[in-house]
């Protein structure tokens, strides 16, 4: 029940494309569902993060939609750059430990 | 910007050795967590710590592992016996004040390799 489950496992997209990353959960009582990136060899930067009061948030490019009833959220990319070509984890927590997904690595074409 | 800081960037260690993972959080956070990621999966939840205790901890955080902050900058990451599957990246994260905790700053990990 503490897991989340990510999907896809990796994503090619062409440049100014839309990439789409979805993640479900179980546990009804998690309450914050962050969107972490990660480059190689750094460690996970926040992207973006959503609270279940609200069903879609949009900072730029990076929009998280979120469905309550279904347990499920989603990042969208619009206008892919080769720049965002990274490793996206989704995650969610209820108290401070974060449980995150097993990653999906997108690569952007030019 | 701030940043989390982390030392050393690789370490390589025999089995059993004990090996002591550093962090320097961002300066005015108050949680203070460790994570790992093995190589090519997940980033697992290790342990939370608040106010000089831990607040939480997994299954993976035995009696193997400790935390500590020794001063009012360091926090620090010790494995006793390290065993060959304690060979993954290991991140530090610290977050702000407790209303805000889930926003967590990644430091850019330490490579343990146990040989």
């Known amino acids: 029940q503490q897991q989340v489950k990510q999907s896809p496992q990796s994503l090619i997209v062409q440049k100014g494309g839309i990439s789409i990353i979805n993640c479900a959960y179980e546990?009804?009582?998690?309450?914050?569902f962050p969107w972490y990136q990660q480059f190689p060899g750094k460690g996970p930067a926040l992207l973006i993060a959503?609270?279940?009061?609200?069903s879609e948030k949009k900072e730029g490019r990076f929009t998280i939609s979120f469905n309550k009833s279904a347990k499920q959220f989603s990042l969208h990319i619009m206008d892919s750059q080769p720049g965002d070509s990274a490793t996206y984890f989704c995650?969610?927590?209820?108290?401070?430990?974060?449980?995150f997904g097993t990653g999906t690595r997108l690569q952007v074409f030019p | 910007e701030p940043e989390v800081t982390q030392t050393p960037s690789h370490q390589v260690t025999q089995m059993g050795q004990e090996v002591i993972l550093r962090c320097v959080p961002i300066s005015n956070h108050l949680y203070f967590y460790w994570y790992r990621q093995i190589l090519g999966q997940k980033v697992e939840f290790l342990v939370s710590f608040y106010n000089n205790e831990i607040s939480e901890k997994s299954e993976i955080f035995d009696d193997q592992f400790s935390v500590e902050r020794p001063d009012g900058s360091n926090f620090t990451l010790k494995i006793r016996s390290t065993k060959l599957e304690d060979s993954a990246m290991y991140f530090c994260a610290s977050s702000v004040v407790p209303w805000d905790f889930y926003e967590q700053f990644f430091g850019p990990g330490t490579r343990l390799t146990v040989l």
């Open positions: 959503i609270r279940p009061d609200v």
């Open positions: 546990n009804t009582a998690f309450d914050y």
């Open positions: 995650a969610a927590s209820n108290t401070d430990k974060l449980i």
